[in-house]
């Protein structure tokens, strides 16, 4: 009976190699983990969020909730999850209903790939980069589905800005990665992390790195549709934008992908730049190194991450928003130009090998 | 009182999390029409009285969003029909509190206008009454507890679309439960239960698209 | 200037005449542009970072120590001495006065043979509380107070009765040689029934006494001892 049931017996009567099922089971419990892991994390964010903007603003988030309000974002999301589920009358149909997963499934898949400490990375492929730039595209579909298939032209409006907007600072955004690329050489992930052995990109690709991180914040706040470029969602202009007619699951799966892209930025953000997973060591201080390697990486990567999401908020509360035009004038006039300029910079210094810690 | 009534235990312990939830996150429509948005916006988005301490500071401009609409201003005619489609285009379980004097029965405007309409609830049905002119934001801030508490003991799965409000747990403070005389007790339990969708139909404002339909 | 091609007659109308901004370069303008930047998140980070800027007083939670001024209008009453006495006579000034007809004052003839309170009607749905009442009132009789937590989940429960007893007034009960009448007078009360909306009576100086959220603190507590004479509410 064991004999006729075991793994290697099924897979043959099913005419598949034993290898691949158990490479599926792995991505299977990967894709449970994620899930979870978007669970919680959505709970935390949204929460802080509302903390950190109330703080900003001389006031006291929400307090009555929970302790100091933890309990806030349950509440939200329960009841979201019970609302009625209203569908627009002349909606094209297939569009509203696949618009949400669009969005949110953009964000899943780019999960997949982040290292989160040398043992933990879903899948590690060999062209991570390359892979981020296209995933993200799912969500700018997604957010253009949603807004025509609405059937409400303020929506269709709203969409095609956000969708205009996004498009044009992936441009911005993969120019600053493929500086690190260069200096890297390799566009897997995994590798890259493993290359700031000795000194994070940000302070070893002097004055180029810098030039990129400032370049890649700015345009990651511009793809995640934030203040101060939020202006397809803004809500003095066009009431929610993109996302007007939506609500309950729905709209709680656009609202999650927005916090959820914030995360993997800020995560590509301190891959790329600030070391992923490495621990901060200084030069030739072995003590001071061997101290900084008791923090568990997974600790580092966290923090790191945590400082960028802090950034994102804070850049969020404290500016105005930018008209459309100035929006997509500082991309294709500011930005982009300086992309280049810094890549073709960034190209020479590696031919000359003028860098620190070589 | 006449309130509580005999619920299984499952679905007693189910409303509890449930209402628990609603009430603890409302989110209201950003909509004020005249003086007593001036203090609905103190009470929602200024920090010195700060409605995101109950959870409802994500003040969403969209309908279908939003599950609390603060009527905060006068209703004149030519609004009517706007506030009646906002309404209906909110999801189900939705609420209202009706702001200020010019909201509950017309206020300065009862005795002799041509343009005002006399109370919101000729319109969409009403779930909690905040008087003043304008109220302060700690009297709608003890508005929005006054919902909270409604919520939480007077909806229920096992009758969804009503509302059973506890009428008696709310008064103007002028009034003790001593003065009520126990007819008027009675009554008021009957009458606390209300079909909201019944009475959202049942309005008696015509307007030209209600009645062509 | 005087070369100016904008004149009419001899008078010079050229408006040009201010300074045009400077322009800087690009360069310029980015480091510029970028530093002001950092100042206003520098300022933004200040508050964030000093948590004793914060300004919000929590309203429920506060309730011992909130200070309303006491001239916030927020409730109509009557005024009333220790003992329970008016100084409302029915004389009607303030409902003629009320802008939209929130008062309704309704007298009777009793046996001073005197104009006499029989039921003071307020509606609290359509009152403005814009204290024309209480300023325009020549005994002093009524008065507007601060307690403004008054949400209520039923429109009927507005219309008040603001008067405990139907009866003389403070001045005219004081005038009666013998205190059994002040008893009778005050007590005796016979009137047909109000034809209007619910009526409802109001308590001064007592807790409430059913499951309130949060428990209601008068600002005029005033308990009423064994040896008033008005004891029986009508």
Redesign the interface.
Known sequence: MNANWSLSNLTERINMSSVFVEQLMWVAVGLIGVVTFISLLALVLVYAERKICAHIQCRLGPMRVGWHGILQTLADGIKLFLKEDIIPDEADRLLYFLAPFFCLVATLLSLLVIPLSPQVQIIDVNIGVIYLGAVSGFGILGVIMAGWGSNNKWSALGAMRAGAQMVSYEISTTLSLLVIVLFVGSLQLSEIVLSQQEGWWIWRAHGVGVLAFILLLISSVAELNRTPFDLAEGESELTAGFHTEYSGVRFSFFFLAEFINMFILAAMMSTFFLGGWMPFHIGQLTAFNAAMDLIPPAIWFIGKTSVMIFVFMWIRWTFPRLRVDQLMKLEWQVLMPLGFVNLFLAAIVVLTNFYFFA | MGLSEDKPWLISSIDQVVNWSRANSLWPLAFGTSCCAIEMMMATNSSKFDLARFGAEVVRPSPRQADLLIIAGTIVKKMAPRLKTLYEQMPEPRYVIATGACTISGGPFVYNSYSTIRGADEIIPVDVYVPGCPPRPEALLYGILTLQRMIKEGESMAWTGKRKKPVLAALPPAITGDDIYSEMQVLLDEQSEFNVRERAKESTWHTKEYDEK | MSESKYTIGNIDISTVKSKRPIRKGTLYNLVTGFMS?MK??K???Y??FH?K????????ENRET?KISER?R??LKLKKDDRGFLNCTGCNICAQNC???SIEVIAMKGETNKKEIDRYIW????????NICVQVCPYDAIEMKP?????????R??I?QLNKYAGPTKKNLDKLEDPADMQRLVNLIKREPYKGP?P????QG?E???????P?K?IVVKKETAKDVVKKDV
């Open positions: 930047l206003g998140m300022i933004t980070a508050y964030f948590t800027e914060v300004v919000t007083e929590q309203y429920p909130l916030f927020a409730e802008p939209n007809g509606h609290m749905d359509s009152c403005t509380f814009c307690n403004f937590e008054s949400s209520a989940l039923d429109r429960l507005y008040y619910i409802l009576g109001m308590q007592e409430h006494n059913f499951n309130h959220p949060e209601v008068k």
